[in-house]
């Protein structure tokens, strides 16, 4: 018996210049004409112009749906399917962060398998495998241009609908880091943080193994080298491709050993008062991660050795103390805010916000699991 499954695309173009090559890819998957799912900024910025060129090169159609908004919803997914349809679209192409890819992979599983989009919500609810996607990322944190998890916001009853499904897994992952060099600092640290916290939340989960811990920890060690470097100047190559790199080796990690009660609560900050969701991930991180260690500090070492601190002589709780000082200064350093009251949040919200949060996708894969008070609570402290 098969005691780990391990999903990732089949083709996945890594490096500088990677772009020019994809469109040779889709030429030998036979595939007529794209939609291509993005959003109005970089349909506007060149971006998309780029994509557009590789495909003008290898002869194959398109149409463009850029309506994608930053957190999206349910309307950005219907109108993307009716858009597919009326132009006799085969595949989908994707450019963009985390949003655009969301769309795009819940815009492929809708084609095969319609119904509501809200019956998605939850784990493996479709039957039918996504039209061929290929995902060409532009930001270095979602990972969600090569994972089997896509989230997408129902408006009516404001909540991050997390769907996780090996049928939306996309047929080419490209991640150019010639495409995130104009990115500006704020979206670089957020995106950053939030690969940071893939990597750790899918060490800490239950549903870690040999496999994820090594691309999580190696993850770790990269980030706090390259991500200040990337914040600090944006057209630092070097910074910018290891970025891609960490980025990959997380969602790797987290793609097949799962993840936990950061994200759950961060969802929901996303869901009610739509916002970025590396941020809330990064105010969350140190809270949750301290939490967790109370009830079981025996993988922090390991993270600590990654980050560059000694453990030699320390026990596992304390080198926990000193992994969550770190991710604090890392935080700091590459400007994350500090509180959500500085982002709108308000007191009156977080027992809405943990009810939500307890039934998360992702709360399961937490080391342990928190009553309503605890999570309140938590959220409380970073008010």
Known sequence: ?????FYVPSTNLMGRGCLREVGSQIAELGLQKALVVTDAFLNANGIVARVEKV??????????????????????????VEVYKENECDFIVSVGGGSPQDTAKAIGLFVTNGGDIRDYEGVGKTKNKSVPIVAINTTAGT????????VITDEERKVKMVMVDKNSLVTISVNDPELMLDKPAALTAATGIDALTHAIEAIVTPGAYAV?????????????????????????IEAREQMTYVMFLAGMAFNNAGLGFVHAMAHQLGGVYDLPHGVC???????????????????????????GISVEGKTDSQCAEEVIAAIKELCKIVGIPAKLSELGVEEVDLEKLASFALVDA?????????????????????L
Do not use: W
């Open 1 to 5: 018996m098969c005691a780990h499954v």
């Open 55 to 80: 495909l003008e090169d290898q002869k194959i159609e398109y149409c463009i749906y850029a309506e994608v908004k930053p957190n999206p919803t349910t309307v950005n997914v219907y109108k993307g």
């Open 143 to 150: 990972s969600s241009e090569f994972t089997i998890n896509y």
């Open 212 to 236: 994820t811990d090594a691309t999580a920890l190696a993850a770790v060690e990269k980030i706090f080298t390259y991500l200040p470097r990337a914040v600090k100047d944006g057209h630092d």
């Open 281 to 307: 991930n990064a105010l969350l991180l140190p809270i949750v991660e301290r939490e967790n260690a109370k009830r079981d500090p025996h993988k922090f070492p390991a993270i600590a050795k990654a980050i």
């Open 362 to 382: 992702c709360a399961p894969g937490n080391p342990f699991q928190p009553t309503k008070e605890e999570v309140i609570s938590m959220y409380k402290e970073i």
